[in-house]
């Protein structure tokens, strides 16, 4: 039997996954507040190992490339792209934002799926859900909180902590207009009706990260402007 590994450590909240069939097989969670490196790897050989399965039954990975923390991302994408390469099996990027906004139960039109940025800005990616079934507005998007309210004229359901502690700053007609639901990431909502994209396949050396700030070093030499 073929098997399919997901691997999210974009958080730290991290998971690694397993699925047979688009049905999950087993999986792993752990939090680190600093890097996933020493953890994902025992955790990759246990849960083989307890399944009965073998390495070389995987025939593709999904993997969450961001946004994320510089470390976070960096840890989880390296071995997703390592082990597609020596498997030579395709790799299904997933974006943070899509897989958190999929684990709904409740339908809303208008959902913004947000992560905190630090200096009073968030990641996030606007969503219109219709029937079980989304579509992207806004994808990918770093806005300072000024600024996002402006794109906040609908009722909107907020999805994830990004937004929690820039409340004060919001307009009060802003923040009377929102409900949130802070519902994890979840690597077996890849698979939902709410999943808003196709699931491409890349070659390992096609994934590229996309993380929420550069690294302390880049930053340091050219800092986030907003």
Not at 55 to 68: F, L, Q, R
Not at 191 to 203: G, I, M, N, T
Request: proline share 3%.
């Amino acid at each position: 039997m073929n098997h399919q590994l997901a691997v999210n450590t974009s958080q730290s909240d991290a998971q690694i996954a397993l699925f047979a069939d688009q049905k999950l097989v087993g999986e792993r969670r752990w939090s680190r507040e600093r890097s996933h490196s020493e953890v994902l790897t025992n955790a990759f050989q246990e849960l083989l190992q307890e399944h009965a399965t073998s390495i070389d039954s995987i025939d593709k990975i999904y993997c969450v490339n961001g946004p994320g923390s510089f470390t976070g991302i960096r840890v989880g994408v390296n071995f997703c792209k390592t082990l597609a390469f020596a498997l030579n099996c395709p790799v299904v990027a997933i974006n943070a934002l899509d897989l958190q906004m999929a684990a709904l139960e409740v339908e809303h039109s208008h959902v913004l799926s947000t992560i905190d940025a630090q200096k009073n800005s968030i990641f996030f990616s606007l969503y219109k859900t219709e029937q079980a079934k989304s579509s992207l507005l806004l994808e990918n998007q770093v806005i300072p909180i000024a600024e996002l309210q402006r794109l906040l004229k609908k009722e909107t359901l907020v999805v994830g902590a990004g937004l929690q502690k820039y409340l004060e700053f919001l307009e009060p007609a802003v923040r009377e207009s929102l409900t949130f639901a802070d519902h994890s990431q979840d690597l077996k909502n890849i698979f939902d009706s709410r999943y808003p994209k196709a699931l491409d396949e890349q070659k390992w050396s096609e994934v590229v990260p996309v993380y929420i700030k550069a690294s302390a070093a880049e930053e340091k030499r050219n800092p986030t402007q907003f």
